[in-house]
Nanobody
Framework: QVQLVESGGGLVQAGGSLRLSCAAS????????MGWFRQAPGKEREFVAS????????NYADSVKGRFTISRDNAKSTVYLQMSSLNSEDTAVYRC???????????????????WGQGTQVTVSS
């Protein structure tokens, strides 16, 4: 069992930056690939970014590529999402997720993840 708790969300002006954190507890964090998803009101959940458990390989949705950076600190059992150049389209609840397996794989589909956090709200004002 893995417990995930997100933090760092809030209200930010368009063009601004935020860093989200996701602290994990439970099983060995380093053996999980980690991902971030988001869901805006009235829209389906969408993949944002993922990072592999080995080698730190990353994968990004086209909509955030070049603006968001995912990283992980295995010593702190935490994954981060640094977001910059935010716009109103980034407003959503952001959730982190954990996919088991030590690999170079960067999952992008929700069903590949076994554990989910509760989410943190990010609101970008224009």
């Amino acid at each position: 069992q893995v417990q995930l708790v997100e933090s760092g969300g809030g209200l930010v002006q368009a063009g601004g930056s935020l860093r989200l954190s996701c602290a994990a507890s439970g099983r060995t964090f380093s053996s999980y690939s980690m991902g971030w998803f988001r869901q805006a009101p009235g829209k389906e959940r969408e993949f944002v970014a993922s990072i592999s458990s080995i080698g730190g390989r990353t994968n990004y949705a086209d909509s955030v590529k070049g603006r968001f950076t995912i990283s992980r600190d295995n010593a702190k059992s935490t994954v981060y999402l640094q977001m910059s150049s935010l716009n109103s389209e980034d407003t959503a609840v952001y959730r982190c997720a954990a996919a088991p397996g030590a690999s170079f794989y960067t999952p992008i589909l929700a069903y590949e993840y076994n554990y989910w956090g509760q989410g943190t709200q990010v609101t970008v004002s224009s």
